[in-house]
């Protein structure tokens, strides 16, 4: 590879490398020390093509989802199975991965700026700008951004905008895989809004036990189905439907967090073993 080789966006990728090498060492621990980051699907990641590949997921946190996805790609096309542990498989980490992220939160300071030299593809959102709400155009060179991106290789989306949960897929995604013709993998996320700051720069609670679940290909009729239907499909696939919703009572808000403090690999699991041994003797 000549030294200084750029993506298509013109960024080096020798330097990408070293970035991802960098911020990749840096954040391993907040996903296998300070929480507990449970995989499943590690070998669909394995069966895919090398480009024309858009994964679609739910967001909780401005940047932890996407470093999370970062590491488990990586870890599981170096043959991990549903685990990161090691970090050696970013020695030499899959540089063709971008994901889609808004212009203006990658410009807000100079972590952001370099979060995105390491992939993003920025995009002006149509709905929102400066907290407040707008309506305005698609930029037809994000769509073709993006779509060049799919060219290269692999790409996150969030495709409902918004770290807020329940909120409606926007259209231009359906729209994207419609003129691309992508693979389109949907992936569940849960445990990094409890765990981490709206931005997922700060850990807010340990011991919590972060999930990503890789599921298959969604099956696309990429001519017939129309946009409605791929939406519908997406809502489903990233498990954000409204009917996954549901009015838990107090008290079962309660089991329901004592259950997910229960799963937690070193938190309330030991205590309750600590008790137990302590009992005994």
Excluded: C
């Excluded at 920025?122 to 709400?133: A, L, N, Q």
């Amino acid at each position: 590879m000549p030294l200084f080789k750029r993506n298509p966006f013109g960024h080096i990728l020798f330097i990408k490398r070293f970035l991802i090498q960098i911020l990749g060492a840096i954040s391993h621990s907040r996903y296998r020390s300070f929480n507990n980051l449970q995989i499943e699907g590690s070998e669909v990641l394995r069966q895919l093509p090398d480009k024309n590949v858009l994964f679609i997921s739910n967001h909780q946190t401005y940047f932890a989802d996407v470093a999370a996805m970062f590491h488990v790609f990586n870890a599981s096309l170096k043959g991990r199975d549903d685990n990161i542990k090691n970090v050696g498989y970013l020695w030499k980490p899959k540089l063709n991965l971008y994901y889609v992220a808004a212009g203006e939160t990658m410009k807000s300071g100079l972590l952001p700026r370099i979060f995105a030299y390491v992939g993003s593809v920025s995009v002006e959102r149509t709905w929102r700008s400066s907290g407040k709400d707008v309506n305005r155009q698609v930029k037809m060179s994000d769509i073709s951004n993006i779509g060049t991106a799919l060219k290269d290789g692999w790409v996150i989306t969030f495709p409902q905008g918004t770290t807020t949960p329940f909120k409606p897929i926007r259209r231009g995604t359906a729209h994207i895989i419609k003129t691309f013709k992508p693979t389109v993998v949907p992936i569940v996320i849960d445990g990094f809004r409890r765990s981490f700051d709206k931005k997922g720069l700060m850990i807010k609670k340990r011991n919590v036990l972060q999930s990503m679940v890789i599921k298959e290909p969604l099956e696309i009729d990429y001519e017939n189905e129309d946009v409605s239907s791929i939406v519908e499909k997406i809502e489903f696939a990233i498990e954000q439907h409204p009917s996954f919703l549901k009015v838990l009572t107090p008290k079962q808000l309660k089991e329901q967090e004592e259950f997910i403090e229960s799963r937690s690999f070193w938190g309330v699991d030991n205590k309750k073993k600590d008790k137990e041994n302590t009992e005994e003797y």
